[in-house]
């Protein structure tokens, strides 16, 4: 079956502007989290959405913002880009949240540069 | 804030040598993953750990969840160029459902 996608692999944006990345978990997945990896803080939990509905949620400031629709697809929203931001965006998927036996699948992920 | 802490950071062997990170975690947990990341890659988990002392292999790699269930390791035993990556465990802290993961232990092997 077809992995987990995310949408698009490499972006680059200028500070002040907002981007929105794009996931699709694998089929039947309905949980999907979200995480920034930067090299010197490794990888940070961003939030997790669970039947559209957000069940967990990082440390982020409210310009990083999500959703999920019907059919599981997840976006993430960042506003006001700083340079800081720039990271690679990693979405995992699993079948149900953190529960036990529930592994999670991660997408290639979306590499952002803010310039 | 619930934490968890992997080391070393960094690891560099020979081919053939053994290698182990640790996990520890600020909190118990109800299960720890580990994952893989190879360089220019995402994670892949490789396993879960659930019960308190459990101990897990596949092949070459020997997991091991401490007795409180706020710590873990993986042991790899004569490594390999293919072992080469970032280790990552995922420690999902009791009464939450979400992971949390540690800083990662990044891996070079030497042929």
């Known amino acids: 079956k077809a992995g987990v996608t995310q949408t698009p692999r490499y972006l680059i944006k200028t500070r002040g502007q907002q981007v929105t990345l794009s996931c699709s978990p694998i089929s039947g997945h309905r949980s999907v989290s979200w995480y920034q990896q930067t090299p010197g803080q490794g990888l940070q939990f961003l939030f997790e959405?669970?039947?559209?509905?957000?069940?967990n949620k990082g440390n982020f400031p409210g310009r990083f913002s999500g959703r999920q629709f019907s059919n599981s697809r997840s976006e993430m929203n960042v506003s006001t880009l700083e340079l800081g931001d720039s990271a690679l965006y990693l979405c995992?998927?699993?079948?149900?949240?953190?529960?036990?036996?529930?592994?999670?699948?991660f997408g290639q992920g979306t590499r952002l540069t803010v310039v | 804030g619930q934490q968890v802490m992997q080391i070393p950071q960094y690891q560099h062997v020979q081919e053939g040598e053994d290698f182990t990170t640790y996990c520890n975690s600020s909190?118990?947990?109800?299960?720890i993953q580990w994952y893989k990341q190879r360089p220019g890659g995402h994670p892949v988990f490789l396993i879960q750990?659930?019960?308190?002392?459990e101990v897990k292999k596949q092949k070459r790699l020997t997991f091991q969840f401490g007795e409180a269930k706020k710590n873990s390791s993986l042991h790899i035993t004569a490594t390999q160029t293919t072992d080469v990556g970032t280790y990552f465990c995922?420690?999902?802290?009791?009464?939450?459902?979400?992971?949390?993961f540690g800083t990662g232990t990044r891996l070079k092997v030497l042929a």
């Open positions: 995922a420690g999902r802290p009791s009464g939450t459902y979400k992971y949390i």
């Open positions: 959405y669970f039947s559209e509905t957000q069940r």
């Open positions: 995992a998927s699993s079948i149900r949240p953190g529960q036990e036996n529930t592994e999670a699948f």
């Open positions: 750990l659930v019960k308190s002392g």
């Open positions: 909190t118990t947990l109800s299960n």
